[in-house]
Every structure is written in C-alpha cells, then in structure tokens.
C-alpha cells in the first residue's frame, strides 16, 4: 500500500511539471553552406535561414514588389562569410550579416546588412547596408512549395540559387 501510495504521488507530481511543448514551427530552419560538398570542412559561406510554405497562396501576396523581405520567414536570413567574398563589385569581409531582398517587377535586390539577429524585416536600417545586387528573375516550370537556397559553383566562383514557387533567381559569389 505504501509503494502503491508513493507511485500515485509521484505520478501526480509529473503530470504537474509536464511541459507543453509548442508544435512544430511551420517554416522550419534550414543551411546551406559553400562549398556544399560534405567533403570539404572549410566553409567559406553558411547561410540560416527559415522555409516559408506557399500552401496554395500566391508568391506576390506573400512576398510584395517594391517592400523589403527577411528574404525567408521568422528571423532574417544570417550569413556567416568565414572568408571574405565579392558581390557584384562590392569585397565584403568576414563576419556575421543578415541579407534582406528588395523584389522588383523583374529583377531581385540582395541586400548585405550588418545587423545580426534581427526578427524578420520590421527592424532594417538601410544605413547598416554592407552591399546591394541587382539578379534577374527567371521562371521556371518546376513548382518548388517551400522557399528553398542551394549552392552550386567550383572553387571560387559559387553561385547561389534561390526559388520559390515558379520563380529562381542566381546570385553570383566569388570567394576571396
């Protein structure tokens, strides 16, 4: 009786602490990194970023023309350069940034920013621009559902792609 008694105290105990966990975030992080073989340890780029869903929404609803974007969901995209790159004619150092997009009728605007851990795009200080380039937008007839990067390129020219929907756009970096 006093085991049954001690095992109905400690039950109740740990149905008393039992934490709620929240459920599973909807736009799940994700990394890409350069050079993207797993072969190679010496990164020279990693990118965090979230995967927002269109789930039969429209691309321009979710991401407006001429409004910047965290350029993912949740915080804003973090680039960490462990070696100096050059985007477009801009050399950027190594270091810790977060990249915002600027979307156009035909054309995308990545945007280096200096300020780190920043919660979507409500926080962007154009003055902490580090570098700006200008990619086209290109269609595809591949749907792809979540906002996705990938790398591709050979030494140091690496290419970074970015889709959504039918939309891809190709920035080029070249590692320093």
């Not at 979307?103 to 570098?131: F, M, R």
């Amino acid at each position: 009786m006093k085991k049954l008694s001690i095992f109905i105290l400690v039950s109740i105990a740990t149905i008393a602490q039992a934490q709620d966990f929240k459920g599973l975030d909807k736009s799940p992080m994700d990394r890409v990194f350069y050079p993207a073989s797993n072969r190679v340890t010496d990164k020279a780029v990693v990118i965090t970023y979230s995967r927002p869903q269109l789930r039969g929404r429209n691309l321009e609803d979710v991401v407006p023309t001429y409004k910047i974007w965290r350029t993912g969901a949740n915080e804003a995209t973090e680039v960490r350069l462990n070696k100096s790159i050059k985007l477009g004619d801009t050399v950027i150092k190594a270091g810790t940034y977060t990249m915002y997009s600027y979307p156009k009728d035909e054309s995308l605007e990545i945007i280096i920013n200096s300020a780190t851990n920043v919660w979507g795009a409500y926080g962007y200080d154009k003055s902490k621009d580090v570098a700006r380039l200008e990619v086209p937008v290109m269609d595809s007839t591949q749907y792809i559902e979540s906002f996705s990067f990938a790398f591709s390129g050979k030494e140091k020219n690496a290419i970074l792609h970015a889709g959504w929907g039918n939309v891809r756009v190709e920035i080029p970096i070249t590692i320093l």
